[in-house]
């Protein structure tokens, strides 16, 4: 059954792309005309600002395109969708956003405290795979998705768990706490094992967990969070297994192994990225120290000389 049937607004989200359309026009308002009102603000990359549209092109791909509708239907496309917003995104909007403008975000007086606790390596790290792992619980997830207000609401709680999630290895704001090359590879490392037992439940079980993705009645109230009631009521509709030639249990242990494969594809990428740093940095600490050491030897030989 082709997805049509649920009209436009619900496939392609035109409210949404007003929305993104307005924060992209005030990051660029903010990082070029106005940025002459901030303190210690810089003229904006080409790299900030790519970053920063491709972060909002994604974010409507994901969330406002028929992926969003797809994730309604299937558990794989909801753990799909699930994979880039918490895990791709947050790094090209963290790397979007001007240092000068994280900074005067960052030293405001109530968020400074509250930003810098949570941003603890520790502290972000299980924050995120708490927030992850409770939401797909079964009574959990099953609550949510029948609430739309409730469902927008853990979801950006969610994004912005991602955002302090990604900070410890992504930050580089003047005078802000940095971590160590080599911590950055067991923090990395820890992420990727503690998220596996909420990914391994999913897909090593014998029965599929999610009302909202196996019971028709059930999954019509979930579908509100992403098509008007008005065309679910024109609509005869018995369940997800009109779209899919999957059985729930299939779709369930398929999206299980998808999230995992696009974490850990992720992940490496970011743990290459950081071997490259630490490997130039390390070398360039080398040539230095090399420089420094005959500089001195050279001295100590013309001490000796005048001597």
């Not at 090209?92 to 949570?118: D, M, V």
Request: glycine share 4%; proline share 5%.
């Amino acid at each position: 059954m082709p997805l049509s049937i649920f009209g436009f607004r619900a496939m392609w989200s035109p409210i949404l792309i007003g929305v993104l359309v307005f924060f992209t026009v005030l990051y660029f308002l903010v990082t070029i005309k106005w940025r002459k009102d901030f303190e210690y603000s810089e003229k904006l990359k080409k790299g900030e600002a790519i970053s920063f549209v491709f972060a909002m092109i994604m974010l409507y791909v994901i969330i406002g395109s028929p992926i969003d509708l797809m994730a309604h239907i299937m558990f794989t496309m909801h753990m799909v969708q699930m994979a880039f917003l918490l895990l791709f995104i947050p790094i090209f909007f963290i790397i979007g956003i001007p240092n000068w403008l994280w900074k005067s975000t960052i030293n405001l007086p109530y968020i400074k405290p509250a930003f810098h606790f949570l941003t603890r390596p520790i502290i972000a790290i299980f924050l995120f795979v708490f927030l992850f792992s409770l939401y797909h619980l079964p009574t959990v997830f099953d609550f949510i998705k029948l609430d739309e207000t409730l469902h927008g609401i853990y979801t950006f709680v969610l994004f912005m768990s991602a955002l302090f999630m990604y900070w410890p290895l992504l930050n580089t704001v003047e005078d802000e706490p940095r971590m160590k090359d080599l911590n950055k590879f067991f923090y990395i490392i820890a992420n990727a094992i503690l998220i596996t037992p909420a990914c391994a439940l999913i897909i090593f079980s014998s029965t599929p967990f999610y009302s909202t993705y196996t019971d028709g009645e059930t999954w019509m109230k979930a579908m509100t969070l992403c098509v008007p009631s008005s065309t679910l009521q024109g609509l005869t509709l018995s369940g997800p297994e009109l779209f899919t030639n999957m059985s729930p249990l299939e779709d369930q242990q398929l999206g299980g192994v998808i999230m995992k494969i696009i974490q850990e594809i992720i992940f490496a990428c970011i743990l290459g990225r950081v071997f490259i740093l630490w490997y130039r940095n390390d070398q360039k600490n080398a040539d230095q120290m090399t420089e420094e050491a005959l500089k001195e030897r050279k001295r100590l030989y013309a001490n000796q000389y005048h001597n």
